[in-house]
Structures are given as structure tokens and as C-alpha cells.
């Protein structure tokens, strides 16, 4: 069973950069593909981006291309998403989530509020 | 980026009914869609994959039909514990892309 824990809660002034961490217990990050989704207050769900297994990359949606890194320490397997250039419009609970293929998210984690805020 | 929409926004019934929400793409996305449940303060969960097929664990009267542009969601005996908001995603073009949401509370 695959488990995913997130680091906590962030506040972040406008400008600055937020580094979340996912880490996965129950399988190594080699196996998986991880994913990241954000989720405004009282909003829907938006994909940010991903590893693409077929072709060994990151893909990221364009909106946050430039601003978004995810990255993967597989010695520790844990996944690391940062967003720079905060604005409040990214006050949001992120979530990192494993993709099976298909987009299909079988496995989140708890999510991660971060607030931009000054 | 394709769109989705999904309708109703919100919708009230009451246990034991059968509840049906649609969702439709701006364009063709044969059965590259998928379906999640999300409860409150919770982290969304998936349901229905590539249209129609079952997540494992996931109570039988969840079900997903269509292809193309309009997909449909059901659950065939509405429950308690199946207060949430609902959400559509393709996976046909990147961006993968979510539609805004079904919330299902019991009349």
C-alpha cells in the first residue's frame, strides 16, 4: 500500500517561492509516477504537472511553466514541488498523487495548504 | 486546453435514489476520462477509470458510461457516506484538466 505524507502548512509573502515535500512510504518513488494537484479554497481541481514515464520527464502544465520544479530525491523517496513567484491566487492546498497511467491519481496525499499573504 | 463542464453544479436527493451527473468535453476525448469523489477537508479519491471501469474497493453502485464528449456518472442507490462533491478529468491532451464539480449532499 502506497502512502504519501506531505509537509505542513506554509505562509508565504508575495514574491517569495514555497518548496513542498511529498514522501512515499510502502513503495520507492522509482516505482511511481508522482503528480501534483492544487485545490483555491472553495475550488476545483487543477493539475499542475508530473513525471511522464514513457519519456523519463517532468511535464508541466503550461500556466505554471518557469514558475513550477518537481523534483525527486529517490534516496530518500520523497518528491519536492516549488513554486516561485507566489501571488495570493496561489493560496491553495496542494496535493501530490501517484499516476498509474491515464491520469488515473490512485494514491494522494493529505495536501499541503500553503497561503500567500502579506 | 480542453474544457469540461458538468452538470448539475449541485444537486440534493434523497438515500436510495438513483443520482446521475454528466460531464461533457469541448472536444473528442474518446473514453480518456476518469471520475473522483471528494469529501470535505479530504483528498479526492478515484472512482471510475477510463470511463467506465471500476476502481478496485470501490462500492458497485458507482458507475461511469460514454466516450466522445459526454460521459455520464451514477450512483445507482444514493448513501449516507456518499455526501461529496464529484469531479470529472480527462487525460486526452495536456494539460489534464478537471471539471468544476458535482456537489451531492441528501436531501
Known amino acids: 500500500q502506497v502512502q504519501l505524507v506531505q509537509s505542513g502548512a506554509e505562509v508565504k509573502k508575495p514574491g517569495a517561492s514555497v518548496k513542498v515535500s511529498c514522501k512515499v512510504s510502502?513503495?520507492?518513488?522509482?516505482?511511481?509516477?508522482m503528480h501534483w494537484v492544487r485545490q483555491a479554497p472553495g475550488k476545483g481541481l487543477e493539475w499542475m504537472g508530473g513525471f511522464d514515464p514513457e519519456d523519463g520527464e517532468t511535464i508541466y502544465a503550461q500556466k505554471f511553466q518557469g514558475r513550477v520544479t518537481m523534483t525527486e530525491d529517490t534516496s530518500t523517496d520523497t518528491a519536492y514541488m516549488e513554486l516561485s513567484s507566489l501571488r495570493s491566487e496561489d493560496t491553495a492546498v496542494y496535493y501530490c498523487?501517484?499516476?498509474?497511467?491515464?491520469?488515473?491519481?490512485?494514491?494522494w496525499g493529505q495536501g499541503t495548504l500553503v497561503t500567500v499573504s502579506s | 486546453d480542453i474544457q469540461m463542464t458538468q452538470s448539475p453544479s449541485s444537486l440534493s436527493a434523497s438515500v436510495g435514489d438513483r443520482v446521475t451527473i454528466t460531464c461533457q468535453a469541448s472536444?473528442?476525448?474518446?473514453?480518456?476520462l476518469n471520475w473522483y469523489q471528494q469529501k470535505p477537508g479530504k483528498a479526492p479519491k478515484l472512482l471510475i477509470y477510463d470511463a467506465s471501469n471500476l476502481e478496485t474497493g470501490v462500492p458497485s453502485r458507482f458507475s461511469g458510461s460514454g466516450s466522445g464528449t459526454d460521459f455520464t456518472f451514477t450512483i445507482s442507490s444514493l448513501q449516507p457516506e456518499d455526501i461529496a462533491t464529484y469531479y470529472c478529468?480527462?487525460?486526452?491532451?495536456?494539460?489534464?484538466?478537471f471539471g468544476p464539480g458535482t456537489k451531492v449532499d441528501i436531501k
Open positions: 478529468q480527462q487525460y486526452d491532451n495536456l494539460p489534464v484538466t
Open positions: 498523487a501517484t499516476d498509474r497511467g491515464g491520469a488515473a491519481h490512485d494514491y
Open positions: 510502502g513503495y520507492t518513488l522509482t516505482e511511481l509516477s
Open positions: 472536444q473528442d476525448i474518446s473514453n480518456y
